[in-house]
């Protein structure tokens, strides 16, 4: 989508919206074309993507006359992608869906390939569903209003593509974080999930850095993308050092910092590791490491094995 007066007559075509409340305050452009619109408005979605507002959700749409040709149209961040994804893959049996991406994060990893959810108390996302939206409207600059965090969330998970994709590495390398960086990231997610939706093989490769991230991300309160690009330092450190370098150039052209980790809960952090929906099958975590640029091995590893690595290895012993 490259200009806001083509994404404006898009919305324009549609009735039911799940929409970010922030967003809407900083792009009244947006606002005013959804004045005439039936919109359920999601505060904080990351804390409200959850049953009760999930309820409330299908009660207004329900209630608005919703049908099983209508259209939902989602616009806002990962969480707010992961909600509205959700609604549409469960009201009245699924409806089709379109999704606006207002992030980095979003654009390059929540909006694209169709998983779509909500929380439970016992952990992110564990209610969902796969539902890959007909269309996908990334508008650049929307960027120009993501607070800094949120920025440096989005590049965490760009960072993992750099390792994913000798195209992306390169692209990284020269141009940093541009509008092109961006697409072929987008492109890159699509082109595995048409490979792989349901996550059987090839997709598990998105999951780098999300091992040791996660299980961060549920100890400290760190942005998620951070975790990740977190995690996939840990990753390098452990079993593949020889990619640092890359690693570390890659970072410097993403103006992208590391956050520092002081000491973490070890039994917080390595039961966090054993019970992670997706990569626990069995007492083994599957674990993604670079081998180098764009080559990746997927590793079927004993939790106790690598909690024994993580405590015996120099980068990694002194978190816990
Ligand atoms: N976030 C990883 C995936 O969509 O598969």
New binding site residues.
């Given amino acids: 989508m490259n200009s806001l007066s083509n994404l404006l007559e898009e919305i324009n075509k549609y009735k039911y919206f799940v929409a970010d409340a922030k967003f809407l305050s900083l792009w009244p452009e947006i606002h005013t074309a959804l004045k005439s619109k039936k919109v359920f408005c999601l505060d904080s979605p990351e804390e409200n993507k959850n049953f009760e507002i999930y309820q409330q959700a299908i009660d207004f749409f329900l209630s608005e006359g919703i049908t099983r040709d209508s259209h939902l149209i989602v616009i806002g961040g990962g969480a707010t992608s992961d909600f509205g994804g959700f609604i549409a893959s469960t009201i009245l049996r699924g409806i089709k869906w379109s999704v606006v991406p207002t992030t980095l994060l979003a654009a390059v990893?929540a909006s694209v390939?169709g998983?779509v959810g909500i929380n439970h108390q016992k952990g992110k996302n564990l209610i969902g569903s796969f539902h890959l939206p007909e269309n996908n409207y990334f508008y650049y600059d929307f960027l120009k209003t993501l607070a800094e965090e949120e920025m440096q969330s989005g590049k965490g998970e760009v960072l993992k593509y750099c390792f994913l994709s000798q195209e992306i590495f390169d692209l990284v390398n020269m141009e940093g974080l541009s509008q092109k960086t961006v697409q072929a990231c987008i492109d890159y997610k699509m082109q595995i999930v048409e490979k792989d939706f349901y996550?059987k093989g090839e997709?598990i490769q998105?999951?780098l850095g999300h091992t040791l991230g996660h299980a961060l991300e549920k100890c400290e309160n760190i942005p998620h993308g951070l975790c990740v690009a977190w995690g996939l330092e840990k990753i390098l450190e452990l079993f593949s050092p020889s990619l640092l370098d890359h690693f570390y150039t890659s970072l410097k052209k993403l103006e992208l910092t590391i956050p520092e980790v002081q000491k973490l809960d070890k039994d917080a952090f390595f039961s966090y590791l054993k019970s992670d929906k997706k990569k626990n099958i069995e007492g083994e975590i599957s674990i993604i490491i670079p081998r180098s640029i764009g080559e990746i091995e997927i590793k079927k590893i004993e939790t106790k094995e690598l909690k024994d690595i993580i405590l015996s290895n120099d980068n990694t012993k002194n978190y816990f």
């Fill in positions: 990893d390939g998983k996550e997709r998105l999951n």
